[in-house]
């Protein structure tokens, strides 16, 4: 990992980035009193603020929480919901629980493998959609669960989806602009209401 | 807030809920949300505020009724009638239901789910007693159904040893899957000496299939909270914790605004309902790792590190978070507490098997007419799960499987179907009770496929710290892929035996150990299959497709 902006420290005003996000991270460190065992709350935070933990990001909670950045490094990858890259413009993720699987979910992924061409945990060359696959939606009831941008939608086939994605893709301006958030950050709001 | 406060909260709400008329109910769970409960209780609000019905009629979201495939679902409760469930409930259904049988007072005709209906006679409801009827972002509704008055019993009443031997003589043993007695666990904590000891709810329900947490985290907080405080006070805990997986975001809200009332109120943080007791609760968000479900894994997540688990002994009981004796249990385990402290430990060791007592939630998915969540007491057969609770395989199919406890249970035949479901009966059939999942698979489902996948879950969940989860996994998941591309020779399932076996008996911890029992239950149960794969070179159930040809072995 290449430490390029080694003077990360002080308040959030100082951060040589200048970027306000950092605030929203260094408001979690500080309700947490810099304790190196909130690593975790502290990185949730970061990946909501930013959308995915960048290497700069994760120097930074590395230096504040005085932990060595490789400490930071494997925490960071070895849980499946921080992603180290940024993801496209609309997100597509299939439910692969047990249910959704015994519905048909594989013939979903391999349905949009072959229209898109991208495969779970990709995103399309042109950065318009990226397609993940969730353990478990834990709306089973509704098998097979995808879950499109924001929306959950339940009772779903390979064909269903690829043509509500394509709809999504070509619609007028393709919908609302995404700044690239992770697929993780979509699911929460999706069951936010 | 102390006893008498306590009562007369409960009767001003109780008599604040008499005043209406009518309350509808509507499910406001991740699964109804799903399928348009939003529109649905905003359309009810807002029909209410025109008709100027505010006084009379009352709406509330409630947590899980259970049919979740059916949602969503709104219960009418006129005063003086019988209440009523209608299913799939539409913004235009829902204006129908207030002319007709709200103000008009002639139930609708359609779209009504009888209560009488074995999906709700079967069941016998414990932890789920106030699921769907209270409000679970009101502490009011809880206080108003006997919420707290087990921990004021407790505090006022008990001393942490009678604590502990009132839930061992219930029978309680742990919902998370193992079933380890909850009473003799509590006991081994107390026994500690005094000092710094935690209390932590492990809501990090990672087998897909099963959400019987999600639900009790978000249909009654409270509840868990309860049975929480009163363990912090049977063992001499002041700080609890709450493990919520990362999935799970309205969980951990509406446990989050659920401990900020109840601290307000004076039913946590420091003393207790006017006693001596201080406890805390903070919530801990998982960040999609399966392994932290077991229990050392947990812990090192909550302490911000990779959730790897570490060797045991020393057990949670002796040297847990921070090294300090830990009491960690299922949030199921959890929703148990109050019940047995208020109504006994006899009468929750009448439900039940001698062995198994009490209820078990089920997370009941896959092929069935009736998907949801059901409370059932310990004891009855997956017959009647599947059958009258489930109401059998849709589309005239016939049953194959249940799977149940997820990537560490296996799949239970049609011949077993009248085996009562307790930990024991399960665990002789090779599966597990786990932690509630049940998936019901028909004729088209092919055992080595499902096998294959709950494989490549372990294979992907495993954690990397040991070798013989690390590598077994994936080796098996290779010969299965095998299989199930109709490369596969004899060996190779000779080697699949000899490897589950390996993997199960060297394995660290519980993933490994349990991750090749998927295998060895449908091995055990459905060979024929495994042998039409490699023999005829056909799937039987028309699944897998057989395009790859064995190697030639080398002799």
């Avoid at chain 1, 929480?65 to 180290?84: C, D, E, K, Q």
């Avoid at chain 2, 209608?86 to 829902?94: G, I, L, N």
């Avoid at chain 2, 998982?286 to 392994?291: E, I, L, P, R």
Wanted: proline share 5%; charged share 25%.
């Amino acid at each position: 990992m290449a430490i390029t902006k080694p003077q990360a420290k002080g308040d959030a005003q100082d951060h040589p980035s200048g970027d306000n996000r950092y605030k929203m991270v260094d408001r979690t460190l500080q309700r947490f009193h810099y304790q190196q065992d909130a690593l975790i709350e502290v990185l949730h935070t970061a990946q909501e603020a930013f959308g995915f933990l960048d290497d700069d990001l994760l120097v930074y909670v590395a230096r504040q929480l005085r932990l060595p950045p490789s400490w930071v490094y494997g925490v960071a990858t070895f849980y499946h919901f921080f992603s180290l890259k940024p993801n496209g413009e609309h997100t597509c993720v299939v439910c692969m629980g047990t249910a959704c699987y015994v519905k048909g979910a594989a013939d979903i992924v391999s349905g949009i493998q072959k229209t898109f061409g991208i495969g779970p945990g990709e995103t399309t060359p042109d950065d318009k959609l990226s397609l993940a696959t969730a353990r478990c939606l834990g709306s089973c009831g509704l098998a097979p669960v995808v879950v499109v941008d924001d929306d959950v939608v339940g009772g779903q086939t390979a064909a269903s989806t690829v043509e509500r994605l394509k709809r999504l893709l070509a619609g007028p301006n393709g919908a609302e602009q995404k700044d690239g958030r992770p697929d993780e950050v979509e699911l929460q709001e999706a069951e936010t209401v | 807030m102390n006893l008498i406060e306590l009562q007369t909260m409960a009767e001003a709400e109780t008599e604040k809920q008499q005043v209406f008329r009518c309350r509808l109910l509507c499910c406001a769970s991740t699964p109804c949300l799903s399928s348009g409960a939003t529109e649905v209780i905003n359309t009810f609000k807002q029909a209410i505020k025109v008709g100027k019905l505010d006084a009379e009629v009352q709406v509330v979201s409630t947590g899980c009724m259970g049919p979740c495939s059916r949602g969503p679902l709104v219960k009418v409760q006129v005063k003086g009638e019988e209440e009523v469930v209608y299913e799939k409930v539409t913004p235009a259904f829902a204006r129908e239901i207030l002319e007709s049988h709200v103000v008009g007072g002639k139930p609708v005709g359609k779209q009504v789910l009888s209560l009488d209906m074995p999906f709700f006679s079967k069941q016998t409801r414990v932890v789920l007693s106030n699921s769907g009827e209270v409000d679970p972002e009101r502490l009011e509704d809880y206080v108003a159904r006997g919420g707290y008055g087990a921990l004021a019993h407790t505090l006022t009443e008990m001393t942490p040893e009678e604590v502990c031997q009132e839930i061992t003589k219930s029978g309680l043993r742990g919902r998370g899957g193992a079933g380890f007695p909850t009473g003799l666990k509590w006991e081994m904590v107390r026994k500690e000496p005094v000092g710094r000891k935690f209390v932590v709810a492990n809501g990090d329900e990672g087998d897909p299939g099963a959400y019987m947490d999600r639900t009790l985290m978000e249909s009654d907080p409270h509840r868990v909270l309860e049975g929480m405080a009163i363990a912090g006070y049977a063992v001499g805990a002041e700080q609890g914790y709450i493990y919520v997986r990362g999935e799970y975001p309205v969980a951990a809200r509406r446990l989050q605004r659920a401990i900020r009332t109840a601290e307000r109120r004076g039913f946590l943080g420091t003393r207790v309902l006017d006693s001596g007791f201080n406890f805390r609760i903070d919530i801990r968000m998982g960040a999609g790792a399966f392994v932290c479900g077991e229990e050392t894994a947990l812990m090192a997540s909550i302490m911000g590190r990779r959730g790897q688990p570490v060797p045991r002994p020393p057990y949670p009981a002796q040297k847990g978070l921070w090294a300090s004796p830990t009491l960690l249990n299922n949030v199921e385990t959890f929703g148990n507490i109050a019940p047995i402290i208020s109504q006994g430990s006899d009468w929750y060791a009448g439900i039940g098997t001698e062995k198994s007592k009490g209820t078990k939630l089920f997370a009941l998915a896959g092929n069935v007419e009736n998907t949801g969540l059901v409370e059932v007491p310990m004891g009855i057969t997956l017959r009647e799960i599947v059958f009258d609770i489930g109401g059998g395989i849709p589309n005239g199919l016939a049953f194959k499987a249940a799977q149940t406890g997820g990537p560490s249970g296996g799949c239970i035949p049609s011949e077993h179907l009248d085996t009562p479901v307790d930990y024991d009966s399960l665990r002789a059939l090779g599966s597990i009770m786990g932690s509630g999942g049940l998936i019901v698979m028909d004729e088209k489902s092919c055992m080595v496929d499902v096998a294959k996948f709950f494989m490549e879950f372990c294979m992907d969940e495993s954690c990397g710290k040991c070798v013989p989860c690390r590598v077994g996994t994936v080796q098996m998941h290779r010969i299965l892929e095998k299989v199930t591309q109709g490369s596969a020779t004899d060996l190779d399932l000779k080697n699949l035996e000899d490897l589950c076996r390996l993997v199960a008996e060297t394995s660290l911890c519980g993933l490994g150990q349990t991750a090749p029992n998927p295998v060895l239950s449908t091995l055990r149960y459905f060979r024929d299959e495994y042998e039409a794969h490699i023999k005829d070179r056909v799937c039987p159930a028309g699944v897998c497709h057989i395009t790859e040809t064995p190697l030639r072995a080398l002799v």
